[in-house]
């Protein structure tokens, strides 16, 4: 089945919101950050919580592209550019699970002489000093990692341009809750041979607390910036790599 993209020619961007709820009950638990904890702020319409982050909903977005199975991309996108890492001949990651993508150390930290930060460097020479050709950027990671160029990217070594060649996101989404409120609640861990024991070794009874929360509105919110990928250059032929 084919789709009629035509009606957004002229469009710059795409934004849609989807509204979601937890599978059970009221009750669900955010993303936490470290030395921040649940991401809770007031807004005009009242108290709000980012449940979801847009880094976080990157990774979730390739996620549902990857076959843990085959450890490749999923039927309906194979052939799609992307980067496998391999280790004594064994599987050991791929460009569409690392968090920066292309830009994992996986890759650029590979010093044998076929790696791909010196083909990157050969392919993008000339990008060293003055202004960055973004189509000679976007031509090069279309042909290795499609990925870099939805989700972003950010080749953070001197060797490249002098760390200089960086794509925002081109799809970005997060998830955020209206009108929450803390549904706390805890536990403890049981330690039914020796309850009294070191809880810093492990033993003992440990009590904890934890904060879920409830909300009146939770929306998934998706931005694709239709201008940034026009303005790759790329074209429109499907047979362009």
């Known amino acids: 089945m084919s789709i009629d993209l035509t009606a957004l020619d002229q469009a710059t ?10 599978i059970q009950s009221d009750r669900f638990q ?32 390739e996620a549902t592209c990857w076959d843990t199975v085959a450890k490749s991309p999923v ?19 791929d460009t569409m699970l690392e968090a920066h993508r292309l830009n994992s150390p996986y890759i650029l930290e590979n010093k044998t002489d076929g790696s791909l930060a010196k083909k990157l460097k050969e392919e993008l020479g000339g990008l060293e000093e003055g202004p960055i050709n973004r189509k000679l950027l976007a031509e090069v990671l279309l ?34 809750a209206s ?24 033993f003992g009874n440990v009590p904890f607390a934890r904060d879920e929360f409830t ?7 998706v931005n694709l910036d239709l201008a940034q990928i026009r303005g790759y250059g790329l074209g429109s032929d499907p047979s362009i790599s």
């Open 13 to 22: 961007r795409l934004l849609f919101t989807v509204p979601l709820r937890p």
């Open 30 to 61: 955010p993303t936490g950050f470290p030395s921040l904890g649940a991401a809770t702020y007031q807004t005009s319409q009242g108290p709000k919580l980012l449940v979801e982050s847009t880094q976080s909903m990157a990774n979730r977005l």
């Open 75 to 93: 039927a309906a996108l194979r052939g799609v550019s992307h980067v496998t890492v391999n280790r004594k001949s064994a599987f050991l990651t």
């Open 143 to 176: 042909r290795y990692d499609i990925g870099s160029l939805i989700h972003g990217v950010f080749l953070a070594k001197k060797e490249l341009a002098g760390g200089r060649l960086r794509v925002a996101r081109a799809l970005s989404a997060f998830i955020e």
């Open 179 to 202: 009108g929450v409120r803390i549904a706390a609640s805890g536990g403890v861990k049981n330690d039914h041979v020796n309850p009294s024991g070191v809880t810093k070794d492990g």
């Open 215 to 221: 909300a009146e509105r939770i929306d998934c919110h």
